[in-house]
Each structure stands twice: as structure tokens, then as C-alpha cells.
């Protein structure tokens, strides 16, 4: 069976202004592969400005790839046959409270894209399905006609749910779709997108700066540094198993329930910032961080090769 998304060789590169006509491109995603499969949560996490929402956007075609290829069940994606595509690829957006109309009511913010792609042939049908997408994230009816700013974070994030989900998409980029909620409500509003796939079967790239927040949602795991992919494995393979030396950093962060296992444990704190990816380093974007580094990772950049059981990592020395 094909995939359902297939990435390959994706760049993004903003221009930069950096003097007096002169720019210098900002590599936001640069050289980035990889498949998603039907019915799968891939989670994408990194530090904050590492390009995961780039690729989301990128991916959707919101921005057009400075180069690179993206199937979706196959077909490349052009320019030409986005809009035929648009339908069954959606996003949920991680500011709630930004990115919904606050003087709109719930039913028109989910009725829009019923309205947008002429999914009911009258009225009746088309508050039918408003009301089957309320029930199904748990919003209550009577809510229909309330405006956006009336609700809490965590119901405005089952609305862009809903909306999401109106026109049946087979892919959602959920870009952190919880970070901007209190930490309470976070694993709710998780569960519903794990019971919604599970009853629906659509397809996540769930985005994360926290490897505790996707690490039960998704099969699979991918962690980005400044541009690049550094790993890619099943979940469990990921938090047990970390190869590349970034990852190591990022888990040692993690906290630990067990105090036992937590006494073993050491946290591995990177110095110095992330470089600018206006100015990245040479070879190996993590050198200037890596407690590992030699004189190889400064020259080259290392390829993100299989280590076995689709387990990839881009590292030299690990
Ligand atoms: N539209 C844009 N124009 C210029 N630079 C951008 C744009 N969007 C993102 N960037 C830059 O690209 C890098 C990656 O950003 P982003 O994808 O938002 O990261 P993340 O979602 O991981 O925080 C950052 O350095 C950011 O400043
Ligand atoms: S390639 Fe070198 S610098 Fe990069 S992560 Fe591996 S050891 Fe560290
Ligand atoms: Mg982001």
C-alpha cells in the first residue's frame, strides 16, 4: 500500500534582508524526508524556531517549497492540483485564540468549510453536520450560535477541531495544538485527538516542543535541530533508545516518574544558544552543542541513514 504522504528533499528558504540590496536566505527547513502512513500520528518535536511548523506549511503547500517534492497517495503535489488536494489535508492551529474569529459563532466557523467546499445540498443538512461534528468533540448543541471569544481555551480548540474535521480530511497537521493550553486540560484535549482517530482513521503530523506530549499519541517520533531531521523512530525505540546526541539532551530533560530509575539518570545540559540559521554552522548542525563532536563534524553533514527497523539518525559518531 502507498503511503499517505510521502516527503522528500523538502527545503524552505526565507530571503532575509541583511544589508542594503542584499539577502541572505534563511534555511527554516533544509533537506527534510520523510512518509507518513494512513491512519498514523507521526510527532514532530524540537526547540522552539527549529522549522517544525515551516514543515507543516510547507507540506500543505501554505508556502511553496523553495524545492523538494511532496506525494500525497502518490501524486505529487503541484501548484496545479493543490486545490483538488487542499480538501484532505487541514490543520489545527496551536493559539486557539488567535487563529478563530472571536465575532463568529461556532456554527459558522465549522459551517465555513462545509460552505467553502459545497458539502451539503441545503440548510437542513448543513447544520446536520455542524451538529454531528459538535457531538463528535464534544461540544454541546445549545452552543451552536455562541461566539468563539465565549469559550475557554480548551472547547476553542475542539472547535478548530471540528472545523478541521468538516470535510472529512485524511491528514491533519496538528501544530502544537496544546501548548498554548493550561496544563489540565492538555491530556484531554490529547485524548480526543487520539479517540478521534481511532473512530475516523485520519492521519496526524502532531507537533511539539515537548517530547512528553507526543510520545503517547504518536507511532512514530521525529526530532528536528535549526533546519534538519536529526531522528526518526517507532515511539518506544525513541524514548528507549535515543541515538543521536540531541535527542540524549532532549529526554534527559524529561522528568521521571520513578525516583529510583531518576537517581541513575543525568541530565545532560547543552551549552552555548542555537546558532542562527542565518549563519549555520558547518557539517553537523549540531556541533557547536555536541559533547560528542570531532573534527569529521565540523567538514561534513552527517546523512540521516537507517540504523535498522527504520530507525534513522544523522550523526557520525552515534
Ligand atoms: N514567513 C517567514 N519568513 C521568514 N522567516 C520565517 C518565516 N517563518 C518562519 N521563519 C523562521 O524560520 C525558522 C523556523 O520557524 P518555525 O517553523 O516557526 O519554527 P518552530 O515552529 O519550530 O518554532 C525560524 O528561524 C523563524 O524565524
Ligand atoms: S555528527 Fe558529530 S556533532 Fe553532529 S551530533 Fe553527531 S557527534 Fe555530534
Ligand atoms: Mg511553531
Do not use: W
Not at 129 to 138: D, F, Q, S, T
Request: aromatic share 6%; with cysteine; net charge negative.
Amino acid at each position: 500500500m502507498t503511503n499517505l504522504l510521502d516527503v522528500e528533499h523538502l527545503k524552505q528558504y526565507f530571503p532575509i534582508r541583511t544589508g542594503f540590496a542584499k539577502t541572505t536566505p534563511l534555511k527554516a527547513v533544509d533537506d527534510i524526508s520523510f512518509s507518513i502512513r494512513h491512519g498514523e500520528t507521526l510527532g514532530l518535536v524540537g526547540e522552539s524556531g527549529c522549522g517544525k511548523t515551516t514543515v507543516g506549511r510547507s507540506v500543505l503547500r501554505l508556502y511553496e517549497p523553495t524545492d523538494g517534492k511532496v506525494y500525497f497517495e502518490g501524486t505529487e503535489i503541484t501548484r496545479s492540483n493543490i486545490k483538488s488536494m487542499r480538501r484532505q489535508m487541514q490543520m489545527v492551529f496551536q493559539d486557539p485564540y488567535s487563529s478563530l474569529n472571536p465575532r463568529m459563532t461556532v456554527e459558522d466557523i465549522i459551517g465555513e468549510p462545509l460552505d467553502v467546499h459545497r458539502m451539503y445540498s441545503n440548510s437542513k443538512e448543513r447544520r446536520e453536520k455542524i451538529l454531528n461534528l459538535m457531538e463528535l468533540v464534544g461540544l454541546n448543541a445549545e452552543h451552536a450560535t455562541r461566539y468563539a471569544h465565549e469559550f475557554s481555551g480548551g472547547q476553542r480548540q475542539r472547535i478548530g477541531i471540528a472545523r478541521a474535521l468538516a470535510v472529512n480530511p485524511k491528514f491533519i497537521v496538528c501544530d502544537e495544538p496544546v501548548s498554548a493550553l493550561d496544563v489540565s486540560i492538555q491530556a484531554q484535549v490529547i485524548n480526543m485527538f487520539e479517540e478521534l482517530q481511532d473512530k475516523l482513521g485520519v492521519a496526524y503530523l502532531f507537533i511539539a516542543h515537548d517530547l512528553l506530549v507526543v510520545r503517547h499519541i504518536s507511532n512514530r517520533i521525529a526530532v528536528m535541530y535549526l533546519g534538519h531531521m536529526v531522528e526518526l523512530a517507532d515511539s518506544d525505540e525513541l524514548m528507549d533508545h535515543p541515538i543521536h546526541p540531541y535527542t540524549e539532551s532532549l529526554l534527559s530533560a524529561v522528568p521521571i516518574p520513578d525516583p529510583e530509575t531518576a537517581r541513575h539518570k543525568q541530565r545532560i545540559v547543552l551549552e552555548g544558544d542555537v546558532p542562527s540559521p542565518l549563519n549555520m554552522p558547518t557539517g553537523c548542525p549540531f556541533r557547536t552543542r555536541c559533547r560528542y563532536a570531532t573534527a569529521k563534524c565540523a567538514e561534513e553533514m552527517p546523512d540521516f541513514t537507517d540504523r535498522g527497523n527504520g530507525h534513522f539518525v544523522a550523526c557520525h559518531v552515534k
